[in-house]
């Protein structure tokens, strides 16, 4: 019997609730002794961030205000766009940078498919699986979930809406716009459908992965400075973002070069943002604020 629309958010429901319960059922099995090198340096009284009402206003308010102009360059531009039948033909690969033609594949769905799971491995399940088991353990104050969550809004609509200005302002067709008619040249049919073969730069899947990853990464490290797992924090976010990379190449959705500055973009804005809440919080808390983890506890000092 074929699955009916309907099922769709029952299903996503059903995966949200399974995911929240391994979550809880992790944090009631986890250890709560938490060794001094592992405590995290937040505490009622201290944080590495902060959040500011003008300056979240401006950022949330930039993030919303790109993500939306966006949208509306894409919706605005569908009546001149050029359909798939008119750009057939007009495409050359000697047109193309020799690294982008050396890395030009035809376009593979199931590639395509697995490359939206590890985007969304590095957009939610590592962030939320990471600060979340930290919550659970009770090594991260829950008033810090408010502020990464904050910070991680912040990151993701102001790359998401940049990346979709700079996909109407390049104008640049897909790989698989290339290579369709030759030998086991394949099309996302899809993306014929809602112009989409005509936005490749940058990639927004690498984008997203590698935001995640800046961020993750950075939080993570100043949250827990001596923590021995800051480096499996790195190479477990940043590898899950370098896959998502290839895979769009290899899934023939992208040019190297839209992967890179998808990269670049989602670094630069990841970690930038708490980069920003990291100022707010020296200024808030005294910019010779120091944190010290001992056995009996973690301790503040601030000198103002």
């Known amino acids: 019997m074929p699955r009916t629309p309907a099922r769709q958010p029952q299903r996503k429901l059903l995966l949200l609730t399974a995911l929240m319960l391994v979550l809880h059922a992790s944090g009631a099995a986890l250890p709560k002794?938490?060794?001094v090198r592992e405590k995290c340096t937040a505490s009622d009284f201290y944080s590495p961030f902060a959040?500011?009402?003008l300056t979240d206003g401006l950022l949330l308010g930039a993030g919303v205000t790109s993500s939306a102009a966006g949208l509306a360059m894409q919706y605005l531009n569908f009546p001149a766009?050029?359909?798939w039948e008119d750009v057939q033909g007009t495409l050359h690969t000697e047109d193309l940078y020799i690294t982008d033609a050396s890395w030009l594949r035809p376009y593979s769905k199931g590639i395509d498919r697995a490359a939206d799971v590890t985007c969304a491995v590095s957009l939610a399940v590592i962030p939320l699986g990471l600060f979340g088991t930290e919550a659970l353990r009770q090594n991260l104050p829950a008033k810090e979930l408010l502020t990464i969550g904050t910070m991680y809004a912040e990151s993701y609509l102001i790359s998401y809406g940049i990346?979709?200005?700079l996909k109407v302002a390049v104008h640049r067709a897909r790989p698989y716009a290339y290579t369709?008619?030759?030998?086991?040249g394949a099309v996302d049919s899809e993306g014929l459908d809602n112009h989409d073969f005509e936005f490749s730069f940058p990639s927004g899947h690498a984008t997203s992965a590698f935001m995640s990853a800046g961020f993750v990464s950075y939080v993570f490290s100043q949250y827990y400075p001596e923590s021995r797992l800051k480096a499996l924090?790195?190479?477990a976010s940043y590898s899950c973002a370098f896959t998502t990379a290839l895979l769009r190449v290899s899934s023939g959705n992208h040019f190297l070069s839209d992967v890179a500055a998808g990269a670049a973009l989602g670094t630069v804005v990841g970690i930038g943002v708490p980069f920003i809440h990291s100022k707010l919080s020296a200024?808030?808390?005294g910019k010779n604020a120091t944190v010290q983890l001992r056995t009996d506890?973690?301790?503040?000092?601030m000198y103002f």
């Open 163 to 165: 990346k979709n200005i």
């Open 297 to 301: 506890g973690v301790f503040a000092t």
């Open 51 to 53: 959040l500011q009402p």
């Open 233 to 235: 924090v790195y190479i």
């Open 33 to 35: 002794t938490i060794s």
């Open 180 to 184: 369709y008619g030759q030998t086991g």
């Open 283 to 285: 200024m808030k808390f």
């Open 81 to 83: 766009l050029p359909d």
